[in-house]
């Protein structure tokens, strides 16, 4: 994967913070950081705190929501980061499930960086727009799974 200095720059808490606060303000506010990223897989972490938890002390859907989309998300902005022309991403489907309460600090893990690559390749030989579906896990700090996403992302070369 390309990216190498993408991917210095995401996994750097200071410049990330700069990015989140200028293009994710929330993100920086609740708190995620990007643990990892490299040519197979990604991980963000989110920590159960004030501003992220639910009357049910837990962390909140829409919290988890955002830090599981961002551990899809570093990997695609990865793969189009050194792309000859603009490449546009976006979320097309997203779906859940949540099958423990998040009481602890979550990291969300995505192993599919190289489907990811491959469709952000597939879309700027063709020139059309391509989709892939990936799924991030968000596990608790005793490794246990909370929950699952699966978003799928549209790529499409800019003309």
Not at 69 to 76: D, H, I, P, Q
């Amino acid at each position: 994967m390309k990216g190498n200095k993408f991917r210095e720059s995401a996994t750097n808490p200071f410049k990330m913070g700069l990015f989140m606060l200028k293009n994710l303000p929330l993100g920086f506010f609740v708190g995620l950081r990007v643990k990892h990223i490299d040519s197979k897989s990604a991980s963000v972490s989110v920590p159960f705190k004030y501003l992220n938890k639910n009357p049910f002390r837990s962390i909140y859907f829409a919290v988890q929501s955002m830090a599981a989309e961002l551990s899809t998300a570093v990997l695609a902005m990865a793969s189009i980061y050194e792309a000859p022309v603009s490449v546009s991403m976006l979320v097309y489907d997203m779906n859940a499930t949540f099958t423990k309460k998040a009481t602890s600090r979550i990291v969300f893990r995505c192993d599919q960086a190289e489907e990811v690559v491959k469709a952000v390749e597939e879309s700027l030989a063709t020139g059309e727009g391509k989709t892939v579906t990936v799924k991030t896990i968000g596990t608790d700090i005793n490794g246990v799974q909370v929950s699952e996403f699966n978003f799928t992302w549209t790529f499409k070369p800019k003309p």
